[in-house]
């Protein structure tokens, strides 16, 4: 991994300062925080052209009249993004899955004005469904990055989502909440994602026979998950697969070639294998 010429003079100072161990970490900290920050540049660069919606492939004309089949054996992926962001954040991770035979890819945008997960998840339900109809699938995949995440949990859980989600992941999502930044509670979807919200115990209440596998992928360099281990999924009822992430912060869990690398797999792989995997890690730095 590449690190910009100003952290580099730090390096060698924080290794002779520092422990071992700490000096390891205050090194992978730092090579993260000035990744994170190239990552933000990039991103404030894309924001614009992600703003509106993601154009839909228009049916044929005898549409109608001719019976929906999936176009390939996979199913669609829907691309869920994060608080105060959009589907820019997906440009890279949308490239690799193409570039692996996804090709049936699709970015969801909800407004930044959103107050409530819950209706958020009703918005993602209606938007699963089009894309079953348009497609011919009866199921897609799902990949949340932060909150995108923890709506697309919330549509899987509460509202019979796991009838149409066939693998959700979920990228820095907090699901037993975050107390990171306590001023931004002004803001009532940030409330909903502290521990112990209504929407958070919704999502801790029994689950019997959900029917969609699980993979959260977290950072151990999160600086926005508070404590790191929220963004794990624990419930006894859920096929889920936690899989840690060395070397990157938040911003880059959906932007890393190598996480990407590690969400195709987890796209790819059989419930069953996800059963016998409950832990896993990457090594990113």
């Known amino acids: 991994m ?12 924080c290794q002779r300062l520092l422990p071992g161990r700490l000096a390891g970490l205050s ?3 730092l090579k993260a925080t000035a990744l994170e920050i190239a990552i933000l540049a990039g991103h404030l660069l894309l924001y614009p052209s992600g703003v509106t919606q993601e154009r839909r492939r228009a049916l044929p004309k005898d549409a109608a009249a001719t019976p929906h089949l999936p176009t390939e054996g996979r199913p669609p992926v829907v691309l869920l993004h994060g608080f105060i962001d959009n589907r820019s954040v997906f440009v890279l991770l949308r490239r690799s899955l193409a570039q692996h035979g996804r090709h049936r890819i699709e970015s969801l945008n909800y407004s930044p004005l959103t107050c409530d997960i819950r209706t958020a998840a009703e ?16 199921r897609v995949d799902v990949v949340g990055h932060s909150l ?28 037993s909440g975050t107390s990171v930044v306590p001023l931004a509670n002004a803001h009532p979807i940030v409330r909903q994602m502290r521990p112990g919200s209504a929407v958070l115990e919704e999502l801790a209440a029994p689950a019997p026979g959900c029917r969609t596998r699980f993979v959260s992928f ?39 070639p190598a996480v990407a690398a590690g969400i195709r797999q987890a796209l790819d792989d059989e419930p069953t294998e996800a059963a016998a995997a409950r832990a896993g890690g990457l090594t990113v730095a």
Request: net charge negative.
């Open 148 to 175: 995108g995440g923890l709506i697309a949990r919330y549509y899987v859980q509460c509202l019979g989502g796991d009838a149409r989600v066939r693998t959700l992941v979920t990228l820095g999502t907090p699901h």
């Open 218 to 256: 977290w950072s151990d360099l999160d600086h926005l998950m508070d404590p790191l281990e929220t963004a794990c999924i624990d419930h006894p009822d859920l096929l889920a697969q936690n899989v840690r992430v060395s070397g990157v912060g938040h911003l880059a869990l959906p932007v890393h």
């Open 123 to 138: 918005l993602l339900g209606r938007h699963v469904e089009e894309i079953c109809e348009r497609t011919g699938s009866e």
């Open 27 to 29: 090194v992978a900290l």
């Open 2 to 13: 590449k690190v910009t010429k100003a952290v580099l003079p730090l390096l060698p100072l």
